[in-house]
């Protein structure tokens, strides 16, 4: 009875300690201690601890395990360390001691394989390449060196104490081909060193920024360097690091902006289209704002085209006049959909019409297709159904034809507006078998004249549709001649 109690004591841990009071507790409990431990032999280790009192070499077993106990004394007890009091030695990380910063030693570096080489660029890049310099610290330094010939005051372009060499973008004659060589050995370095990229974005912006501490011939050689960067796909030089930086408004004010961005357009078209242009200005979030290169007294359409023809870049004159056209229609439809949807007064919507075509210098062909379009978009179309949507425009066309009337003046407009209702027909599945009653509504209404519909029936030359809306339009065509011969 006392050894199963023990042995039930033992089995629970906060109970072991207790186990141990006489000299059989002692033995059940190392016995139990040769149980569970399996570092001890195994003949002797017995299936329970019950079965240790029953074990034939129980005295050996226990001789054994008093060693083992007196060598381990702390396998049964607490697991929590004694306190000490000598303290604990803390150990610490090694950390790595960054080396301080030497730009002067590095540009002196690159700036000596320069001049080993005799500014020979192919040489260069080969030296470059297999040099251990560490670029990745001192990749400002290195284009530093590539633009001016040696290392720049920190935050401004005046050169710096230390080694120099002749062969930069900036110490070169301002021609093309003299620079383009610097261009193509840069983008050889940025292959192999690509973490270099925004190295040159940052040295680009800043001296960008920094334009009016450049003479101007280095202002002009800088600007040949973006056109042919650009025209070479250089790697790492987005638009907006070109354009963005250059919008300050000392240097807009003074006009640098204005002749760096003239050179830079006039380059880059020498070999590029002007699609490609505006490709990158679009990308440079500035084909819409060119005119915030000129001071703020010269930003008028008027000063661009004058600046823009005498550099003689006369295609972007007409790329600008066409996208202030298309701005000015554009704002000329939305005001006139809204008066003419919410019914205002037809002279008052006449006179919002005359005062567009002034502003904006538009051709009366330019305003008969603006107002049919205006008419057809203020129409509130039904959805499927046909006779709906053909009485929707006949009433429009009813309602408007004073407003048609007043700026179809000619025969040629009269033809112009026809034109525009046979391709919308062709093209609005809703209107396409509308045609032959909106020219005779039209008709009726002395917006066309039945000159102007004998001459489209006879000898119209826009195919869209042309084969069906004749045919469509050939009954009312032989009314008039029949009533032309009775008169």
């Known amino acids: 009875m006392k ?38 032999s195994d003949k002797y280790l017995p299936r329970s601890p019950a079965s240790l009192l029953r074990f034939p070499n129980r005295r050996r ?68 390449e297999s040099s251990d310099l560490n670029f990745s610290r001192y990749g400002d330094t290195f284009f530093e060196v590539v633009f001016t010939g040696g290392r720049t005051q920190p935050g401004t ?36 060193r690509p973490f270099l990229i925004k190295n040159l974005e940052n040295v680009m912006r800043r001296f960008l920024q920094s334009l009016e501490f450049f003479e101007e011939n280095e202002r002009v050689k800088l600007a040949i360097f973006t056109a042919l960067a650009f025209s070479q796909k250089l790697s790492g030089l987005p638009p907006e690091t070109v354009f963005q930086p250059l919008l300050k408004d000392n240097l807009v004010g003074k006009g640098l902006v ?10 880059y078209l020498i070999d590029n289209s002007l699609d490609d242009l505006i490709s990158i200005l679009k990308r440079g979030k500035m084909e819409d704002n060119l005119l915030d290169f000129f001071p703020s007294g010269k930003r008028s359409a008027e000063a661009f085209s004058e600046h823009f023809t005498k550099a003689g870049l006369v295609p972007l004159v007409e790329h600008n006049d066409k996208k202030i056209f298309e701005v000015k229609v554009k704002e000329m439809k939305s005001t006139l959909t809204t008066q003419i949807s919410e019914e205002a007064d037809i002279s008052e919507v006449i006179e919002t019409v005359k005062q567009h075509v002034k502003d904006a210098k538009l051709p009366e062909i330019e305003v008969v297709r603006i107002l049919w379009d205006v008419l057809m978009d203020a129409v509130q179309w039904s959805g499927k159904n046909q006779q709906q949507n053909a009485n929707l425009a006949l009433r429009q066309v009813k309602t408007w034809a004073k407003l048609l009337n007043t700026f179809c003046t000619s025969g040629k407009l009269e033809l112009e507006l026809l034109y525009k209702v046979q391709v919308q027909c062709y093209e609005d599945t809703k209107l396409m078998k509308l045609f032959p009653e909106v020219v005779r509504s039209l008709y ?19 195919p869209k549709g042309r084969q069906s809306f004749v045919k469509a339009l050939e009954p009312f065509v032989k009314w008039l001649e029949e009533a032309e011969e009775e008169e």
């Open 444 to 462: 009726d209404q002395d917006v066309l004249a039945e000159d102007t519909i004998l001459h489209w029936f006879a000898k119209g030359t826009n």
């Open 61 to 128: 077993v226990l001789s054994e395990t008093r060693l083992f106990f007196d060598s381990t004394p702390t396998w049964f007890m607490s697991s929590k360390e004694k306190p000490t009091l000598g303290g604990q030695r803390i150990k610490t990380r090694k950390r790595n001691i960054a080396a301080p910063l030497d730009p002067a030693a590095f540009a002196d570096a690159v700036v000596q394989i320069y001049l080993d080489n005799d500014g020979d660029l192919e040489l260069i890049a080969k030296s470059i």
């Open 157 to 192: 372009t005046k050169p710096d104490e230390g080694e120099r060499h002749p062969y930069s973008v900036l110490d070169c004659e301002a021609k093309r081909e003299l620079i383009l060589p610097s261009v193509i050995y840069i983008q050889k370095i940025l292959r192999r």
């Open 258 to 267: 204005l002749t760096f961005i003239t050179d830079f357009f006039k380059e």
């Open 3 to 40: 050894q199963n109690k023990l042995i039930h004591m033992w089995m629970q841990p906060s109970c072991r300690i207790h186990c141990l009071l006489s000299l059989n507790d002692v033995e059940i409990g190392l016995g139990y201690v040769l149980y569970c431990n399996p570092l001890l």
